[in-house]
């Protein structure tokens, strides 16, 4: 039983491991790049904001979406290095 429960932890642990390795491909943020916390906080202060869905990074900077207090989806794509939206 012992080696059973240490074998299906193991095969968890590998397989968990090849999930991370997909993101490798992604590109990362410049390093001279805004955090992400002030790019968000910048969001956070935009006219009618109730709250972020999701925010998602790709070679064209951050897409943020968030909501506003009447309901209505936003998306916007900020520069990761000047955090202004393009």
Known sequence: M???VLATGAALLLAG???FAADDDRPLPPQNAQKLS???AKV???DGFLYVK???WDKDGYTVT???ADKAKV???F???TAEPK
């Open 54 to 56: 999701e925010v998602d």
């Open 2 to 4: 012992r080696y059973l």
């Open 66 to 68: 968030y909501y506003t």
């Open 75 to 77: 998306e916007i794509t």
């Open 79 to 81: 520069d990761p290095v």
């Open 44 to 46: 956070e202060q935009r």
């Open 38 to 40: 002030a790019i968000i």
């Open 17 to 19: 491991s090849t999930a």
